[in-house]
């Protein structure tokens, strides 16, 4: 199984989306066998609108995303 995940903030705190979800798949008998990062190549409206709103509290992880691969 591969999943593809990125983290988000919530109340201006990251949330390590990716590892949450590996934990979580792993827990159900899958074993995660390899894992990349990829930079995003633009960031969306959203992400942009927090970074100008508040440049201190934004969180450089939110410019990537995980590609995580599971074997049963």
Do not use: C, H, I
Request: hydrophobic share 45%; no cysteine.
């Amino acid at each position: 199984m591969v999943l593809v995940v990125k983290g988000f903030s919530r109340a201006g705190v990251y949330q390590d989306l990716p590892a949450q979800t590996s934990e979580l798949v792993e827990s159900l008998g899958f074993r995660l066998f390899e894992a990349w990062q990829r930079e995003l190549w633009a960031l969306s409206f959203w992400r942009n609108l927090q970074r100008n709103r508040n440049p201190k509290a934004f969180d450089d992880r939110l410019r990537y995303e995980s590609v995580l691969a599971f074997r049963a």
